[in-house]
T-cell receptor, first 115, second 109 residues
């Protein structure tokens, strides 16, 4: 089956630093990737939709300048949390759309803790 | 390696029918099992299950977890066309969330 990986799986950083999270589709090409943030009570919030070779589409209320998304290739999308603050601490999950099957495959998530 | 398997992959039923969706899991340091409904983009949270044998209900939807047999079921009674969606099951453990590939449910009017 289709596999999506995320790196790192866990990161702890100091307030004010930037953190980059990678999302890779390992055995298929993903024209579209999605970035989610998991809130308390386990709900997932869609942050942005990333299309290869074009600018990401951000959901309302998500700061574009704070959460930089780059979809550089058909197998890689990155989310950079700039000038991270403790309130950015969360679980970030990506998913990749295989396109032909209209199915999203989820990565295992990245736990970000900002001190 | 953690694994979550959902069955069936796809299900087509008539409006008013009752459906049961299955989810089996192998998750290291298992903490909870999550059910989501996905229609377009962002999945909608349905249930979080942590204890075995306790049924959770929300309207026509209900779910139960069996931690001994490592599976969960999601029941939908008196289905409506608005229930058509992909239903995702995810196992959360050890700071990692593993989803199954989902069950695509289609309700025919």
């Amino acid at each position: 089956g289709a596999v999506v990986s995320q790196h790192p799986s866990r990161v702890i950083c100091k307030s004010g630093t930037s953190v980059k999270i990678e999302c890779r589709s390992l055995d298929f090409q993903a024209t579209t990737m999605f970035w989610y943030r998991q809130f308390p009570k386990q709900s997932l919030m869609l942050m942005a939709t990333s299309n290869e070779g074009s600018k990401a589409t951000y959901e309302q209320g998500v700061e574009k300048d704070k959460f930089l998304i780059n979809h550089a290739s058909l197998t890689l999308s990155t989310l950079t949390v700039t000038s991270a603050h403790p309130e950015d601490s969360s679980f970030y999950i990506c998913s990749a759309d295989q396109g032909s099957t209209d199915t999203q495959y989820f990565g295992p998530g990245t736990r970000l803790t900002v001190l | 390696e953690d694994k979550v398997v959902q069955s069936p992959l796809s299900l087509v039923v008539h409006e008013g029918d009752t459906v049961t969706l299955n989810c089996s899991y192998e998750v290291t340091n298992f903490r909870s099992l999550l059910w989501y409904k996905q229609e377009k983009k962002a999945p909608t949270f349905l249930f979080m299950l942590t204890s075995s044998g306790i049924e959770k209900k929300s309207g026509r939807l209900s779910s139960i977890l069996d931690k001994k047999e490592l599976f969960s079921i999601l029941n939908i009674t008196a289905t409506q066309t608005g229930d058509s969606a992909v239903y995702l099951c995810g196992g959360f453990g050890n700071e990692k969330l593993t989803f199954g590939t989902g069950t695509r449910l289609t309700i025919i009017p």
